[in-house]
């Protein structure tokens, strides 16, 4: 059964994108990053490009590719922009997806939609959390966020491990943990593939 897999982050810089290729690696899944803003030169779809060794993944084109690295409503502006949602076409394709989103949820891509008006009813969505001080808030508040919204979730933690904050996370969320990506001296297709193994039953 094909699987469609938004990931998400509680803030920007949490991990996201490695975690999208450890998912994307493990189901050998397309890959699809709708809204692109800033470091064109390095993008995420290039970053996960380095990162998968399997030969079935396709890399799908942005929807939106903006210049400047900031929230996408207002990278669109200076691009002389306005971000539409109807634009945002997913990609035809019978593999698995992996989805991965700008920020986190409440993002604004234009005065009246964020990115969770592009999350579709039938994604599994993977929030990435990684602690900092006020990351419980911010996991809780896009857990609950996403629940009442009634999509399946399910949480991957980053960096180094805090238990107090993971088990509470875990008790009031109350949602599938996939696993930690632990805080790696670097990122390769070694380590994509060995967290990627390591994620894998709980991903199919």
């Known amino acids: 059964m094909q699987q469609k897999i938004f990931v998400t982050g509680i803030s920007t810089e949490v991990g996201k994108t490695v975690a999208s290729a450890i998912i994307t690696e493990a189901l050998e899944a397309d890959y699809w990053k709708p809204v692109q803003a800033g470091d064109l030169e390095n993008s995420d779809s290039h970053k996960i490009e380095k990162y998968i060794s399997n030969t079935k993944t396709k890399i799908h084109p942005n929807s939106y590719a903006l ?24 990609p035809s394709t019978k593999n698995h997806l992996v989805i991965e989103g700008a920020g986190g949820i409440l993002v604004p891509l234009n005065d009246e939609h964020t990115i969770l008006d592009i999350i579709k009813s039938e994604y599994h969505v ?64 070694n380590v994509i593939r060995e967290y990627a193994e390591l994620f894998k039953s709980k991903l199919t």
């Open 67 to 90: 210049n400047t690295p900031m929230s996408p409503h207002a990278s669109a502006a200076i691009d002389n922009l306005t971000i539409k949602v109807e634009e945002i076409q997913e």
């Open 126 to 189: 993977i929030v990435v959390s990684r602690h900092y001080l006020g990351s419980i808030n911010h996991t809780l508040l896009t857990v609950n966020l996403l629940k009442e919204k009634g999509f399946k979730v399910s949480i991957i933690f980053s960096g180094e491990q805090h238990p107090t904050t993971e088990n509470i996370i875990e008790k009031m969320t109350n949602v599938p943990i996939i696993g930690r990506i632990d805080e790696e001296p670097y990122i390769d297709q």
